[in-house]
C-alpha cells in the first residue's frame, strides 16, 4: 500500500523501511518477533508515516524548507557525540553508505522539532494539582498487586520409587492438620526446617511457580491446600494472610512527574496531528493506482 498526502505521494518502500525499523526496535529491546505481529507493525508504519509526513508538510509550510546546512550541523553533532565517524557507525550498526537516508531522518527531526516547538509554545512545569490528577486518572497503572502470605511444608522424596509413600505420608498429615493440628509444627516435624523457613512471607505473583501461585492465590486465610506435586517435590501451603490490590502512594513512585510531561506530550501531538488529518487529505492507494493518479 501507498499514500497520498495533501497530494504528496509516499510510495510503499517508504511504509516498508518504516516496518523494518520497527521491527529492529522490538528486536534490540529483546523481545521475540514473530510472523503474528507483522499486521500491528504494518499497522505502526503506516501511522509513523502518514503523521510524519502530515508534521513535515505543516513545518515547511510554516517556516519553509530546511537549509542543508542546518542538516550538515545537526548531523555533524550527532557523530560528534558518538565520538566521532567510525564510532558512530560502530555505536549505530548503520554503514557509511547509508549516510543519505541518516541525513533524511535528521532533516525530518529538523522540520518536525520546530513545528512541534512552535505549536507547543512555552509549556509550563507541572503543579501538584496537574500530576496528582494525572495519578488518579490513571491509578490503574499504578496498583500494587495482590499478595498472599503463606507457610509451606515441603518435602522432597529421594527417589522415584519413594514418591508414593510420602505423598500418602502427607496426605495423612493433611488431614491431622485439618482435624486441628499445628501446621508449623507438622512443617518442622515433616521437613526439619525451622518455623522462619517455613514462614514464606507475603508473595506476589510472579514470584513462584505458576501451579504454587494457581493454588495459594485462590486460598482464604487459614485455608490449607491439598497437597501439591511439583517437579521439586511434593508441597502443603497456608495462607495466613492476603492482601488485596492496592493504590502505590504517589511519593512512592518513580519518575512520576516525568510520565506525566511524557503523556502530556504525547497527547498534545496526536491532537496536533488529528487536527492536521481534518484539515487536509490522507488518501491510502495501491501503487499502481498512485501511479495513476500522480
Known amino acids: 500500500m501507498a499514500f497520498i498526502i495533501n497530494g504528496e505521494k509516499v510510495g510503499d518502500e517508504v511504509i516498508e523501511d518504516e516496518f523494518e525499523a520497527i521491527k529492529e526496535q522490538y528486536l534490540d529491546a529483546g523481545e521475540a518477533v514473530c510472523c503474528d505481529r507483522d499486521e500491528e507493525f504494518w499497522t505502526y508504519a503506516r501511522d509513523n508515516v502518514v503523521n510524519r509526513v502530515l508534521l513535515e508538510q505543516a513545518s515547511v509550510k510554516k517556516f519553509g524548507e530546511v537549509k542543508e546546512a542546518q542538516v550538515d550541523a545537526k548531523f555533524e553533532q550527532i557523530v560528534a557525540e558518538h565520538g566521532g565517524a567510525d564510532a558512530f557507525y560502530d555505536n549505530t550498526g548503520f554503514n557509511r553508505g547509508d549516510e543519505f537516508?541518516?541525513?533524511?531522518?535528521?532533516?525530518?527531526?529538523?522540520?518536525?522539532?520546530?513545528?512541534?516547538?512552535?505549536?507547543?509554545?512555552?509549556?509550563?512545569?507541572?503543579?501538584?494539582?496537574?500530576?496528582?490528577?494525572?495519578?488518579?486518572?490513571?491509578?490503574?497503572?499504578?496498583?500494587?498487586?495482590?499478595?498472599?502470605?503463606?507457610?509451606?511444608?515441603?518435602?522432597?522424596?529421594?527417589?522415584?520409587?519413594?514418591?508414593?509413600?510420602?505423598?500418602?505420608?502427607?496426605?495423612?498429615?493433611?488431614?491431622?492438620?485439618?482435624?486441628?493440628?499445628?501446621?508449623?509444627?507438622?512443617?518442622?516435624?515433616?521437613?526439619g526446617l525451622d518455623k522462619e523457613e517455613i514462614n514464606m512471607g507475603y508473595i506476589q505473583q510472579g514470584q513462584n511457580m505458576p501451579e504454587i501461585e494457581s493454588l495459594v492465590f485462590s486460598m482464604r486465610p487459614g485455608e490449607v491446600s491439598p497437597v501439591l506435586a511439583s517437579p521439586f517435590g511434593f508441597h502443603m501451603f497456608k495462607v495466613t494472610g492476603r492482601k488485596e490490590p492496592s493504590p502505590i502512594p504517589m511519593e512512592e513512585i518513580p519518575n512520576l512527574e516525568e510520565t506525566f510531561l511524557i503523556n502530556r506530550r504525547e497527547k498534545n501531538i496526536s491532537e496536533i496531528i488529528d487536527r492536521l488529518k481534518g484539515e487536509g487529505s490522507v488518501e491510502e492507494v495501491e501503487e499502481e493506482e498512485q501511479e495513476e493518479a500522480v
Request: glycine content about 4%; hydrophobic content about 35%.
Open 101 to 191: 537516508m541518516l541525513r533524511r531522518k535528521v532533516k525530518s527531526s529538523i522540520m518536525v522539532d520546530r513545528y512541534l516547538e512552535d505549536q507547543f509554545g512555552d509549556e509550563s512545569d507541572p503543579t501538584e494539582d496537574d500530576i496528582k490528577a494525572y495519578y488518579e486518572e490513571n491509578i490503574n497503572r499504578y496498583m500494587r498487586s495482590a499478595e498472599v502470605e503463606a507457610s509451606q511444608l515441603f518435602i522432597e522424596p529421594k527417589s522415584h520409587t519413594a514418591a508414593k509413600g510420602v505423598y500418602e505420608e502427607l496426605c495423612e498429615v493433611r488431614f491431622e492438620i485439618l482435624d486441628g493440628a499445628d501446621f508449623v509444627e507438622k512443617a518442622a516435624e515433616y521437613c
